[in-house]
């Protein structure tokens, strides 16, 4: 986090501004572009330590799995979404690609190129990690690491972005993904608060062994998001894929086409652990009895309407993406300079 900390002092160094808009107007006539690349570089790791972009996940494991459930949801979803959106409008409202500056396009390549390697590594690691989890907590929160490797995939495309529309597509797709996730993920962390039960001391894949049947709406819901985080059709996670994938590859650029592969790649290898809890749920015979949860009537409300989120924006989700489309980075920097 101190790298989150001091970068902006390298950024007033250089640009003698911490103003976003400001600093994206004099990046090209900086003096000192090593303290640019520097400061990025720091900015990243920071950014990417609050994201868990891998290698800088570490923490996300143990507290995923240590924090009760519903902090864990909370945690996966307001401050993942918030410290994204953050780290977009730096990056790419901050530091452009201007025309005949030198040090801007040096920087400009440098953060491209470094983030796409770190969401190929992070979409990798996080999957994998997760397949090899006997405990549903920490899968889910392998789980988010790979997510954050897929939000790259838009992030990269906003950067490289052609033009202002291209860039405001790829923005709008980001917010739309990390909406639905944030959603998805509460949703899931609230299911699993429940039937852990008091501690979460049943958070293993083998606690759920047979439970489809016996809690059988707190096992849909569950079901439905483990769908939605796969990004099966119908769902919203789908359409947040759908939406970030598409710029990258009708881009042409070969380093965001490779990302898609990989992205694409990980979502197949994600498949495993997300049915095998439904796998778990309906298709297995549980050993010990169990009793149902009591659900809290404010609780049921909120599953629900987490639910019905996840399936309505799966198949209509044009209105949502026109509110996300509408605050343009322009309209950004014209809320920055006031």
């Not at 920071?46 to 909370?74: R, S």
């Not at 001391?201 to 707190?218: H, M, Q, S, T, V």
């Not at 919203?236 to 598409?246: D, E, N």
């Amino acid at each position: 986090m101190s790298c989150l900390a001091h970068s902006p002092r390298l950024f007033c160094c250089t640009a003698g501004t911490t103003n976003i808009p400001l600093i994206a107007a004099s990046v090209g006539a900086a003096k000192f572009p090593a303290l640019l690349l520097i400061g990025s570089a720091m900015m990243i790791v920071g950014f990417g330590f609050k994201v868990a972009l891998a290698p800088f996940h570490v923490w996300t494991p143990d507290v995923y799995e240590g924090a009760p459930a519903p902090i864990t949801g909370f945690m996966a979803a307001g401050p993942k979404a918030a410290a994204f959106s953050s780290f977009l409008r730096v990056f790419v409202l901050g530091f452009p690609l201007v025309a005949g500056a030198e040090a801007a396009g040096l920087l400009h390549e440098t953060w491209i190129s470094l983030l796409a390697v770190l969401g190929i590594i992070t979409i990798l690691f996080g999957n994998v990690a997760a397949i090899l989890q006997n405990n549903i907590k920490r899968m889910l929160a392998y789980s988010s690491i790979a997510h954050a490797g897929y939000a790259t995939v838009g992030f990269v495309g906003a950067g490289l972005a052609k033009t202002a529309a291209e860039r405001n597509e790829a923005i709008a797709a980001v917010a739309f993904y990390l909406f639905v996730y944030a959603i998805t993920n509460l949703g899931a962390f609230a299911v699993v608060s429940l039937l852990g039960q008091r501690n979460d001391r049943r958070a293993d894949f083998e606690d759920y062994n047979g439970i489809g049947f016996k809690a059988p709406l707190l096992s849909f819901s569950l079901s439905v998001f483990m769908l939605s985080l796969l990004g099966m059709p119908l769902t919203a996670g789908f359409i947040g894929k759908v939406l970030v994938f598409r710029p990258a590859l009708e881009s042409g650029n070969v380093l965001l086409v490779t990302l898609v592969v990989v992205a694409v790649i990980g979502s197949a290898i994600s498949a495993y652990y997300y049915l095998r809890l439904l796998v778990v749920m309906f298709f297995r015979e549980r050993a010990v009895e169990w009793t149902p949860p009591r659900v809290p009537s404010p609780l049921t409300t909120a599953i629900a309407a987490a639910v019905i989120a996840v399936l309505y924006f799966g198949i209509f989700s044009n209105g949502l993406i026109r509110k996300f489309s509408g605050t343009t980075p322009q309209a950004a920097e014209v809320r920055a300079e006031r």
